[in-house]
């Protein structure tokens, strides 16, 4: 199978510093199913191209299996595994290209982070769904897409089209996640994979998609189709998504899976009770809120209890709770800042921000800035919102923020939330002691968050309430905690 990857941004070669393989090279790895092949079929100023060509060897593609399979037929060793592109391809380029789909590149670093115009090419692609599908996953994502079917026989037109097409993808992205977006649709458009979907299939899918996924239309399909519609799965992996910067609010509303976990063994809690029959005219129970949409109602409940009506989200992302904020007349000065300039286009392209007038203030604005940084753009707002923020600074820095933030800016109100660690058992895809997102620095128990609350507030003058967001578990607790800091009377 072969997957070539072209750009034109001169000096094109340079592709050769992003990829870590050397265009004058011919390099192989060793794969667990057969040898991986990376080669440059052109190399110069004005055009580059790599390509991977993965040598799959039938008998090892067997053997990996491990014992107990069931299927002793020639079809094992029969196959289209090793000529088109599936999961083994994928595999093969998280192994080889393992650097790159992180987005490092220390010779390069300012290239790594740049878009950049590619062409990709998949000669031989199984697409369950056929080039509208292909067209459907890939083109929400900026790609131009151009799948063409390909004949069962091309001696036999009456026979119609095989379920393979020929994929070209062309745009312009960044490299890393133009190999993460490839490394999760090449199996999801096969709908099948070579390995056992083990629980750790959460990460690996949470990872790759770290900037696209959550924001993708189609991000319920393709959860469930790369996780193989085992449900425990796929809700553990849709709640994780919903945190993301990227998920749109209405992206939210509509999957019905991001929800809390139940627990992974309901006969925990006593034996589960058989379910009454519904009346006749009853109308079922409607499932609970996502947990993203429960945090964001504590929050804005909070801040109306508290009479805040200058709010102020530092850590906005995309703008989720700026865009909630804005449907209340209730509040008259909204700001949201996130460090993302990425974050922060997003939201302006959303239409968050009110436009600029000569002739009034805007009531809502959007800006870039860090929160470990004093900035005068922070100060005299009733209330400060950090909803799931704190655990993406690195602890060296956490004081910088409480500085920030409690000493500088100083509002009357400040809200945290933050997850609770240990509610992460519950979460079946989530492997142990692992965190919920990738780019989390830490995540905290109950008591080591309480603990970090009341030292905060006592040094800078501020009462302390934590409460509990979403089910409230009987063991663990509930999955997000919130702590609410009130100035004492006195406070300057």
Same mark, same amino acid.
């Given at each position: 199978?072969?997957?070539?990857?072209?750009?034109?941004?001169?000096?094109?070669?340079?592709?050769?510093?992003?990829?870590? /393989?050397?265009?004058?090279?011919?390099?192989?790895?060793?794969?667990?199913?057969?040898?991986?092949?990376?080669?440059?079929?052109?190399?110069?100023?004005?055009?580059?191209?790599?390509?991977?060509?993965?040598?799959?060897?039938?008998? /090892?593609?067997?053997?990996?299996?491990?014992?107990?399979?069931?299927?002793?037929?020639?079809?094992?060793?029969?196959?289209?595994?090793?000529?088109?592109?599936?999961?083994?391809?994928?595999?093969?380029?998280?192994?080889?290209?393992?650097?790159?789909?992180?987005?490092?590149?220390?010779?390069?670093?300012?290239?790594?982070?740049?878009?950049?115009?590619?062409?990709?090419?998949?000669?031989?692609?199984?697409?369950?769904?056929?080039?509208?599908?292909?067209?459907?996953?890939?083109?929400?994502?900026?790609?131009?897409?151009?799948?063409?079917?390909?004949?069962?026989?091309?001696?036999?037109?009456?026979?119609?089209?095989?379920?393979?097409?020929?994929?070209?993808?062309?745009?312009?992205?960044?490299?890393?996640?133009?190999?993460?977006?490839?490394?999760?649709?090449?199996?999801?458009?096969?709908?099948?994979?070579?390995?056992?979907?083990?629980?750790?299939?959460?990460?690996?899918?949470?990872?790759?998609?770290?900037?696209?996924?959550?924001?993708?239309?189609?991000?319920?399909?393709?959860?469930?189709?790369?996780?193989?519609?085992?449900?425990?799965?796929?809700?553990?992996?849709?709640?994780?998504?919903?945190?993301?910067?990227?998920?749109?609010?209405?992206?939210?509303?509509?999957?019905?899976?991001?929800?809390?976990?139940?627990?992974?063994?309901?006969?925990?809690?006593?034996?589960?009770?058989?379910?009454?029959?519904?009346?006749?005219?009853?109308?079922?129970?409607?499932?609970?809120?996502?947990?993203?949409?429960?945090?964001?109602?504590?929050?804005?409940?909070?801040?109306?209890?508290?009479?805040?009506?200058?709010?102020?989200?530092?850590?906005?992302?995309?703008?989720?709770?700026?865009?909630?904020?804005?449907?209340?007349?209730?509040?008259?000065?909204?700001?949201?800042?996130?460090?993302?300039?990425?974050?922060?286009?997003?939201?302006?392209?959303?239409?968050?921000?009110?436009?600029?007038?000569?002739?009034?203030?805007?009531?809502?604005?959007?800006?870039?800035?860090?929160?470990?940084?004093?900035?005068?753009?922070?100060?005299?707002?009733?209330?400060?919102?950090?909803?799931?923020?704190?655990?993406?600074?690195?602890?060296?820095?956490?004081?910088?923020?409480?500085?920030?933030?409690?000493?500088?800016?100083?509002?009357?109100?400040?809200?945290?939330?933050?997850?609770?660690?240990?509610?992460?058992?519950?979460?079946?895809?989530?492997?142990?002691?692992?965190?919920?997102?990738?780019?989390?620095?830490?995540?905290?128990?109950?008591?080591?968050?309480?603990?970090?609350?009341?030292?905060?507030?006592?040094?800078?003058?501020?009462?302390?309430?934590?409460?509990?967001?979403?089910?409230?578990?009987?063991?663990?607790?509930?999955?997000?905690?919130?702590?609410?800091?009130? /100035?004492?009377?006195?406070?300057?």
């Amino acid at each position: 199978m072969l997957l070539t990857i072209t750009t034109t941004l001169p000096p094109a070669s340079d592709l050769g510093f992003l990829l870590h /393989k050397h265009p004058d090279r011919v390099q192989a790895f060793g794969q667990s199913f057969g040898t991986a092949h990376v080669f440059y079929p052109e190399a110069s100023r004005e055009r580059c191209t790599a390509a991977l060509l993965l040598d799959v060897d039938p008998v /090892k593609l067997v053997r990996t299996r491990g014992k107990g399979t069931p299927d002793f037929s020639l079809g094992q060793y029969v196959n289209d595994r090793p000529y088109a592109a599936s999961s083994l391809l994928a595999s093969a380029m998280a192994s080889t290209f393992r650097t790159a789909m992180r987005g490092r590149c220390e010779p390069r670093p300012e290239l790594a982070a740049r878009p950049l115009p590619l062409e990709i090419v998949l000669p031989a692609l199984p697409c369950q769904g056929g080039p509208r599908q292909a067209e459907r996953f890939f083109a929400p994502l900026g790609w131009t897409v151009e799948a063409e079917p390909v004949p069962l026989d091309p001696s036999f037109p009456e026979w119609g089209d095989s379920r393979y097409v020929t994929l070209r993808l062309s745009g312009e992205t960044r490299l890393a996640d133009a190999l993460n977006q490839l490394y999760v649709l090449l199996p999801v458009l096969d709908e099948a994979k070579h390995y056992w979907i083990a629980p750790d299939e959460v990460d690996k899918l949470v990872r790759a998609g770290e900037g696209w996924l959550a924001g993708h239309p189609d991000r319920a399909l393709i959860t469930r189709r790369y996780l193989a519609n085992r449900r425990g799965l796929v809700r553990a992996a849709l709640g994780r998504l919903a945190d993301a910067d990227d998920a749109p609010e209405d992206a939210l509303d509509r999957d019905p899976l991001d929800e809390e976990p139940p627990p992974a063994d309901p006969s925990a809690f006593g034996p589960v009770p058989e379910a009454p029959e519904a009346e006749e005219g009853a109308q079922a129970a409607p499932p609970p809120a996502p947990l993203a949409e429960r945090r964001v109602q504590a929050v804005l409940e909070t801040l109306r209890a508290e009479r805040a009506r200058r709010v102020i989200d530092l850590g906005c992302g995309t703008g989720k709770l700026v865009a909630r904020l804005k449907q209340d007349d209730g509040f008259e000065k909204i700001t949201g800042v996130d460090v993302s300039y990425r974050a922060v286009q997003i939201a302006h392209r959303r239409g968050l921000p009110d436009p600029y007038r000569p002739d009034r203030v805007p009531r809502v604005e959007i800006h870039q800035g860090a929160l470990t940084y004093t900035d005068e753009r922070f100060r005299g707002y009733d209330a400060a919102v950090l909803m799931e923020v704190i655990e993406h600074v690195d602890p060296p820095r956490l004081g910088a923020v409480e500085r920030v933030v409690f000493g500088d800016a100083r509002p009357r109100v400040v809200i945290v939330t933050t997850p609770n660690a240990e509610y992460n058992v519950r979460y079946e895809g989530l492997a142990p002691g692992a965190m919920r997102h990738p780019d989390h620095r830490f995540e905290w128990t109950r008591a080591e968050f309480a603990e970090w609350a009341h030292r905060v507030g006592a040094a800078f003058g501020y009462g302390v309430r934590i409460v509990g967001v979403g089910d409230d578990d009987p063991e663990v607790g509930a999955p997000t905690q919130m702590g609410v800091f009130t /100035k004492e009377s006195g406070g300057s």
